[in-house]
Structures are given as structure tokens and as C-alpha cells.
């Protein structure tokens, strides 16, 4: 992203937007970086490259999260 990353983005989002649901897509697979997103409000993380499938259980699980 030319202006911020992702980070930045989801913790400026999120300070006018606490409902959206974000799924976070990246490289990073560090502990570190999943427990940051996470603190910075993400709903959920998936970690490229991925399959179709895994991206549609994502969504499943982030839209039905008691499911």
C-alpha cells in the first residue's frame, strides 16, 4: 500500500470503525505479528499463500464466529 501498511491501516481503521469484520491476508506468520493484529482489533488472520477453501473457512469462521 503506497501510504501505510497493513497494521496502520487496520489501527486507523478501527479507531472510527470498532464493527466491520477484517480478515488480515499477509506474509507474516511471526507469533509476534498475529498477536498485534489481534490487539489492534483484526477478526481474523490468514498467513499467504492459501487455497480457496482456506479462505472460505475463514470466512465462515469470522462471520459466524459461535458456529
Known sequence: ??????????????????NTKIIMVTTESERHRV???IKAGVNNYMVKPFTPEDLK???AETMNPAA
Open 1 to 18: 500500500m503506497p501510504n501505510m501498511n497493513g497494521m496502520e491501516f487496520l489501527k486507523a481503521f478501527r479507531v472510527n470503525d470498532k
Open 35 to 37: 498477536i498485534e493484529a
Open 57 to 59: 473457512t475463514r470466512i
